[in-house]
């Protein structure tokens, strides 16, 4: 309540120079900027043995402006990147006549994932893929917790396959986030691959696959040391 608001900052500030009022608050759907000042009205509450004070507020109405800087900040990009796991040693285990298929069974799956949220992938390499999609799909992606980890592990009966993610969406320019989110792919295959990670406001967040297979967690691992 901006009267609360109000009567607590004069009872800290008492007789301090400043009496000056600046809070933001919202009345129903709106946003407004209250801005005002205060000054004791010279009469004094016997009663409650304290001054009073009368106030002049201006409600000026910031509901536009706050959709705008939203809309702004939620049109932003966020990049990521998938990594295949392995492939070369995975492909390796599968049978030869087989491969073009499951090759193209983990593209589609990845495809399909990505195509959920309103952004664009790349296939930068055989291995890897570039993922751009506006930052107002990333709590959507935090919620959904990167089914797509577990989606391709299915993809082959005999081979688990596995997958890295590094979302970024620290930085001024997209290649500024390509950079933060390749950082934060040496951080997924550092601990042992098979999981995602998302990279905001200078933290990591971290969200895993089901893998248990502790000879294939050291294989990337290594790969990436190397």
């Not at 407004?32 to 004070?53: C, H, M, N, P």
């Not at 040693?89 to 799956?109: D, G, H, M, Y």
Request: proline share 0%; glycine share 6%.
């Amino acid at each position: 309540d901006i009267l609360e608001k109000i009567n607590k900052k004069i009872e800290e500030q008492g007789n301090e120079v400043d009496k000056n009022i600046e809070e933001h608050i919202t009345i129903g759907s709106n946003d407004y900027k209250v801005l005002g000042e205060f000054v004791k009205s010279g009469t004094r509450d016997r009663k409650k043995q304290s001054d009073k004070y009368m106030m002049i507020l201006y409600f000026i109405d910031e509901t536009e402006e706050n959709k705008l800087k939203r809309e702004y900040e939620n049109s932003k990009n966020c990049v990521g990147i998938i990594m295949i796991d392995n492939y070369e040693e995975t492909l390796l285990q599968i049978e030869t006549e087989e491969r073009p298929q499951v090759i193209a069974e983990i593209e589609k799956s990845i495809y399909e994932w990505a195509n959920r949220i309103d952004g664009v992938i790349i296939k930068a390499d055989r291995d890897r893929f570039i993922y751009v999609f506006e930052h107002r799909y990333l709590e959507t992606i935090k919620e959904e917790k990167f089914s797509i980890l577990d989606t391709i592990k299915d993809v082959h009966s005999k081979v688990q396959l596995t997958l890295s993610i590094a979302i970024s969406d620290e930085g001024e320019s997209d290649k500024e986030k390509y950079k933060s989110a390749q950082a934060a792919m040496d951080v997924v295959l550092g601990r042992g691959g098979d999981q995602a990670t998302i990279r905001e406001d200078g933290k990591y967040q971290f969200f895993g696959g089901r893998t248990t297979e502790v000879e294939k967690r050291t294989k990337v691992k290594a790969r990436i040391v190397a």
